[in-house]
């Protein structure tokens, strides 16, 4: 097997908030602060989201039940990736083997995988090898050594996401192991919001970049 490039999907390959302006507007819901939002790339938490949304203060469990609703519609099926992605990615992919980490899970888990999957599949197709679904908001630490533990430590070459505290479970679940060479650590970062937390972690704005890093160089 190919060297193992892990990825989280959403941001990073995916524009998770454009399918969510048709669910709202469906919903017969507000929905222009998220057309502002995939204009600027700004990360908008739940109550921004759907509070602004239904003109109300939900309660947590109301804010879950509609992001639940969302990842399990098929409206996933159809969000566009980023021009980046889709130039880079299967050249990548000739090189490394791709697994996709998600935090997607909806009402039906195996619902959102099946529309997580067709979504990738068509527009990065015979790329991923698998696709782990976790818990939204959940820690993708288990997800790590699970697949640390079916792949092998050494056969894992780079990590990247869009959020600090997913790259931090990653390197916490290799820290209980002894690689050989330790994996890359990379923060995706399309906002160009500064710099990461940590000194091991290699920042970048687009897959480009990406690209230029871990081929060409």
């Given at each position: 097997?190919?060297?193992?490039?892990l990825t989280d999907i959403d941001g990073v390959l995916i524009s998770w908030q454009s399918g969510l302006v048709f669910f709202l507007n469906d919903k017969g819901l507000r929905s222009d602060h998220i057309v502002d939002s995939i204009a600027t790339e700004r990360y908008m938490g739940l109550s921004e989201i759907f509070d602004i949304a239904t003109g109300r203060d939900l309660s947590y469990d109301?804010?879950?039940?509609?992001?639940?609703?969302?990842?399990?519609?098929?409206?996933?099926?159809?969000?566009?990736?980023?021009?980046?992605?889709?130039?880079?990615?299967?050249?990548?992919?000739?090189?490394?083997?791709?697994?996709?980490?998600?935090?997607?899970?909806?009402?039906?888990?195996?619902?959102?995988?099946?529309?997580?999957?067709?979504?990738?599949?068509?527009?990065?197709?015979?790329?991923?090898?698998?696709?782990?679904?976790?818990?939204?908001?959940?820690?993708?630490?288990?997800?790590?050594?699970?697949?640390?533990?079916?792949?092998?430590?050494?056969?894992?070459?780079?990590?990247?996401?869009?959020?600090?505290?997913?790259?931090?479970?990653?390197?916490?679940?290799?820290?209980?192991?002894?690689?050989?060479?330790?994996?890359?650590?990379?923060?995706?970062?399309?906002?160009?919001?500064?710099?990461?937390?940590?000194?091991?972690?290699?920042?970048?704005?687009?897959?480009?970049?990406?690209?230029?890093?871990?081929?060409?160089?």
């Amino acid at each position: 097997m190919k060297p193992i490039f892990l990825t989280d999907i959403d941001g990073v390959l995916i524009s998770w908030q454009s399918g969510l302006v048709f669910f709202l507007n469906d919903k017969g819901l507000r929905s222009d602060h998220i057309v502002d939002s995939i204009a600027t790339e700004r990360y908008m938490g739940l109550s921004e989201i759907f509070d602004i949304a239904t003109g109300r203060d939900l309660s947590y469990d109301e804010q879950m039940d509609l992001v639940n609703e969302y990842n399990g519609s098929d409206y996933i099926r159809y969000l566009p990736a980023y021009t980046d992605a889709i130039d880079c990615v299967s050249i990548m992919a000739e090189h490394y083997t791709f697994i996709g980490v998600t935090a997607l899970s909806g009402k039906v888990p195996s619902l959102s995988y099946s529309n997580r999957k067709s979504n990738l599949d068509v527009l990065f197709p015979n790329v991923f090898e698998d696709i782990i679904i976790t818990e939204v908001f959940g820690s993708k630490y288990t997800a790590f050594n699970k697949i640390i533990e079916k792949y092998g430590i050494d056969n894992i070459y780079a990590y990247v996401d869009d959020l600090e505290h997913n790259l931090d479970a990653f390197r916490k679940a290799v820290s209980h192991t002894a690689p050989i060479v330790s994996p890359l650590i990379i923060r995706f970062d399309r906002r160009d919001n500064g710099e990461p937390k940590f000194d091991d972690v290699i920042t970048v704005t687009d897959w480009y970049e990406i690209e230029d890093l871990i081929i060409w160089n």
